[in-house]
Nanobody, 126 residues
């Protein structure tokens, strides 16, 4: 069993940066692909980025490509989302999630992710 806890959210101005962290407990973390999703109240959860178990393969949504970077440190059981050049439309609750696959989570819908964190709020002011 894996438990995920996100942190690092907050309020930032347009153009600013934040780094989200997702700390995992449980041995299988290094075997999981990890993903970041985001959700605005009243809207569907949106894929943001994913990384494979070893950290050498990543995939991003077009809306964040070139601005966000996903990474992981398996020794620390942590996955990160470095967010730069933030825009008001990036405002959402951000969730990390774990997926049982040997590759990235590219193409996998959120329903296929087994483990989820509680989310962290990111607010980008105009």
């Amino acid at each position: 069993q894996v438990q995920l806890v996100e942190s690092g959210g907050g309020l930032v101005q347009t153009g600013g940066s934040l780094r989200l962290s997702c700390a995992a407990s449980g041995r299988p973390f290094s075997m999981l692909a990890m993903g970041w999703f985001r959700q605005v109240a009243g809207k569907e959860r949106e894929f943001v980025a994913t990384i494979n178990w070893s950290g050498d393969s990543t995939y991003y949504a077009d809306s964040v490509k070139g601005r966000f970077t996903i990474s992981r440190d398996n020794a620390k059981n942590t996955v990160y989302l470095q967010m730069s050049s933030l825009k008001p439309e990036d405002t959402a609750v951000y969730y990390c999630a774990g997926l049982w696959t040997g590759r990235t989570g590219r193409g996998n819908p959120s329903e296929e992710y087994t483990y989820w964190g509680q989310g962290t709020q990111v607010t980008v002011s105009p």
